[in-house]
């Protein structure tokens, strides 16, 4: 598995931008760049929904409630992916994760960062 670490949720008023970052400090960069890497986000009482999705290949998706608002990138160098988001809405308030698999390696789960969107 993989060690993720997200940072950079925090408060921020409906409109507002923040960037959430995953980093996999101790894996080596032949062990991160074959990640396929996903955002996902939870609120207490509800599923997990996956928000946005990074392979290998820098291919991107998103889920329909975010697209034209995130923005997933990837630094293999800095062995990070981030979350860019833009014109938050409260609706967007959760705690988001990172998740990361490949074919020779099972899915790992960081440990969250919470965004609050404030109306």
């Known amino acids: 598995q993989v060690h993720l670490v997200e940072s950079g949720g925090g408060l921020v008023q409906a409109g507002g931008s923040l960037r959430l970052s995953c980093a996999a400090p101790?894996?080596?960069?032949?062990?991160?760049?074959?990640?396929?890497i996903e955002w996902y986000r939870q609120v207490p009482g509800k599923e997990r929904e996956l928000v946005a999705t990074i392979t290998s290949s820098s291919t991107t998706d998103y889920a329909d409630s975010v697209k034209g608002r995130f923005t997933i990138s990837r630094d293999n160098t800095r062995k990070r992916v981030y979350l860019q988001m833009n014109n938050l809405k409260p609706e967007d308030t959760s705690v988001y994760f990172c998740s990361a698999y490949s074919s020779y390696t099972s899915r790992s789960w960081g440990q969250g960062t919470q965004v609050t969107v404030s109306s």
């Open positions: 101790r894996s080596i960069t032949s062990t991160f760049n074959p990640l396929t």
